[in-house]
């Protein structure tokens, strides 16, 4: 069983910056890959990044350039740095979590196993 908790979300303008966290405990052994996953209101889920400690990061195309994922192997706990946000950006961020090897980290939320409950991040114009 493992079980994944996000914190850091909240309301930001827009240029504004969050960083998200997501804490993994039980049974995740190495290898792992951990994930950040969102879903604005009417829309489907979509990727936002993913990490794990062996071959670094993914992201999705809409938040290149912008974010950055990193991985606290010793802690299991995987940050989302959000730079020059958008008001696109505003939804729930969820954390999830896959073992196994990957190369790349995946992008597919099929690929993940475990899920957090999700955190609301809000951006204003």
């Known amino acids: 069983q493992v079980q994944l908790v996000e914190s850091g979300g909240g309301s930001v303008q827009s240029g504004g910056s969050l960083r998200l966290s997501c804490v993994a405990s039980?049974?995740?052994?190495?290898?792992?890959?951990m994930g950040w996953f969102r879903q604005a209101p009417g829309k489907e889920r979509e990727v936002v990044a993913s990490?794990?400690?062996?071959?670094?990061?993914s992201f999705g195309d809409s938040v290149k350039g912008r974010f950055a994922i990193s991985l606290d192997s010793a802690k299991k706990t995987v940050y989302l740095e959000m730079s020059s946000l958008i008001t696109e950006d505003t939804g729930i961020y969820t954390c999830a979590a896959t073992r196994g090897h990957w190369s790349p980290p995946p992008l597919r939320s099929n690929n993940f196993q475990h899920w957090g409950q999700g955190i609301p991040v809000t951006v204003s114009s």
């Open positions: 039980g049974n995740l052994d190495s290898p792992y890959s």
């Open positions: 990490v794990n400690n062996y071959e670094g990061t």
